[in-house]
């Protein structure tokens, strides 16, 4: 999972758009950008964030300047745990080679501690778009933790694993029929990575890297509001 091998992946599956979410790092996103221009995808820069409740909410920025910046303040909020390579891996920081330039060596898996609320109002002025992870799972869902989708956080979006699962949580949790459904490959491994079969049409000229991803955000924002 290196940057030109996610994007490369990415053009073979005809995707033309990529966002990057590493665990509650933005720290490869500078080369993961660089990787997918190359191959003429539009990268966005994003984060998945694991709250205090440890909880995941996928954090989606409008640039990669506000990603960065966001990450240089949630210094301030990531555990002071080391990281223990031989368990858990080197958590590297790569260039759009594929090099390696860096570690990051705070376990990156550990949750913040910042709580929910905390959490959502920081990335949000930060002009992110944030919202649930993979509420169907059993494994850091919103639901799966808290018991159930809280409407206090103003959440106008959710993603699941499976859209086949929409339904049978409709009808527990009839609250999240407010939200819209985003279905994202959430791939931790190349062959996850999956191919184009949720998309949407947008407009801009193909050379507009910037414009198109400023109509991604925007088709967003209008598709979630009510």
Known sequence: MTPQN???MGFIKGLGAMAL???????NCPAFFKACESFGIVPI????????????????FPTL???????????????PIDNRPEIFGNQLIMD??????????KLLIAATDLWMGDAVDLARSFGAIVYPAHIDRTSNGIISVLGDFP???????????????YEKYVQTYPQIKDNALLVCSDAHSLGNISEAENSLNITCEDAQIDAKRVEIFSYINKSVKK
């Open 6 to 8: 996610i994007a490369g």
């Open 65 to 79: 300047e506000s990603a960065l910046a966001f990450d240089s303040e949630l210094d301030k909020h990531r555990m």
């Open 96 to 105: 759009e080679n594929d090099e390696n330039v860096g570690t990051f060596d």
């Open 21 to 27: 979410t590493d665990h509650n790092s933005c720290k």
């Open 45 to 60: 820069a994003g984060m998945e964030l694991s709250t205090a409740e440890d909880v995941h909410v996928v954090c989606l």
């Open 151 to 165: 409407t206090d956080y103003d959440f106008k979006c959710m993603e699941m694993a499976d859209r086949n699962n």
